[in-house]
């Protein structure tokens, strides 16, 4: 049988977070399955189906064509690869009565998102207000950017980027239309925001116009809850978050469902979350936001 190669595609250049962790919460065993809801550059994976050696038995999704190229080239078809946003693998996988042994959840945007100005998620390089991590998807920044009412504005900056300015930055934004690149908005945070601060006054304003064009928390609320009727009795969950709403609504979401109560379907792995240890910040220092959580399933 084929085995996953453990190096990553040429090109791609995401270094897996937390991956001791990772293997230490989903506890992976020989011929077990496996779901992952956001593969990106399959480091994870490698490291998952060492253990499973049941590549057969694995569902990698992921909605970047990018990733699902590397995924391919890394995996071949001894896996089954899913070019999808993970709503949608969801309710395929829920049709079909998929169950899974575990299920790895490591959100948000990989490396490439971020180091390929041409993507439009970095407010350090210049390129066009894409940001949409499904090259596919018809909302890019620029559209939300150019043609949201200042109300609309005013809504995505306050509930996704949790930005004390954002009257005033929706105000900016429709003064300064039209705006076409990454360092054009940027500017007008920046003048929102005079003065110097340890983060660029900007990080919020791209936060909250990522998270909008990707749906990221509608995705993961709706999802989440669906994961869990995914596992098996005594299946694994790990979600990782990089960013304190989701971080939230993660915590929320599983709070709910492993409450005190007659119905709970989990028991949780973490009381807190757990986060990079200061060996892998040195290594890897896109880690030090990186939030796991991890519950087990009791009952279906
Ligand atoms: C942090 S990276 C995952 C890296 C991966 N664990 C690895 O080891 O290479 C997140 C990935 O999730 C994907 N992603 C984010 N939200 C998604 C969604 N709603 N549906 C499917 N894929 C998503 C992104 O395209 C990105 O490739």
């Given amino acids: 049988m084929p085995q ?37 550059y399959g480091g994870h994976a490698a490291r998952i189906l060492e253990r499973t050696q049941a590549p057969e038995k694995a569902v990698l999704v992921d909605r970047d064509s990018n990733a699902i190229a ?5 995996f071949g078809d001894t896996v089954r690869l899913v070019h999808a946003d993970f709503g949608t693998a969801t309710t395929q996988l ?29 407010l350090a390089q210049n390129g066009p ?45 429709i003064a300064a239309r039209p705006l076409a690149t990454t360092i054009e908005l940027a500017a007008v945070a920046a003048k929102v925001w005079p003065g110097h601060s340890k983060v660029h006054p900007a990080t919020r304003t ?10 990221e928390l509608g995705l993961l609320s709706k999802n989440l809850p669906q994961w869990i009727n995914l596992l098996k009795p005594e299946g694994r969950i790990c979600i990782i978050s990089f960013q304190s709403l989701e971080d939230r609504l993660v915590k929320n979401l599983l709070a709910d469902l492993s ?7 989990i028991r949780l792995l973490t009381k807190r979350p757990t986060t990079a240890e200061a060996t892998e910040l040195v290594h890897n220092p896109r880690s030090r936001s990186a939030k796991l959580r991890a519950a087990v399933k009791i009952k279906n």
Wanted: hydrophobic residues 40%.
């Fill in 4 to 40: 996953p190669s453990s190096t990553p595609a040429e090109g791609a250049v995401h270094i897996p977070v937390l991956v001791e962790e990772v293997l230490r919460y989903l506890a992976p065993q020989k011929g077990e399955t496996y779901l992952d809801l956001t593969a990106g």
């Fill in 70 to 74: 590397s995924l391919t080239e890394r």
């Fill in 94 to 122: 829920v049709s079909e009565k998929a169950q899974f042994d575990v299920i790895l959840a490591d959100l948000g945007v990989s490396s490439p998102h971020l180091d390929q100005a041409a993507r439009g998620f970095s």
């Fill in 129 to 173: 207000l894409d940001m949409r991590m499904d090259q596919d998807q018809e909302l890019t920044a620029e559209r939300i950017v150019n043609s949201y009412s200042e109300e609309q504005l005013i809504d995505i900056l306050t509930r996704y980027g949790e930005e004390p300015k954002a009257r005033a930055i929706a105000k900016a934004i």
């Fill in 206 to 215: 791209f936060q909250a116009v990522r998270i909008a064009v990707n749906d």
């Fill in 259 to 265: 409450g005190d109560r007659y119905d709970a379907t």
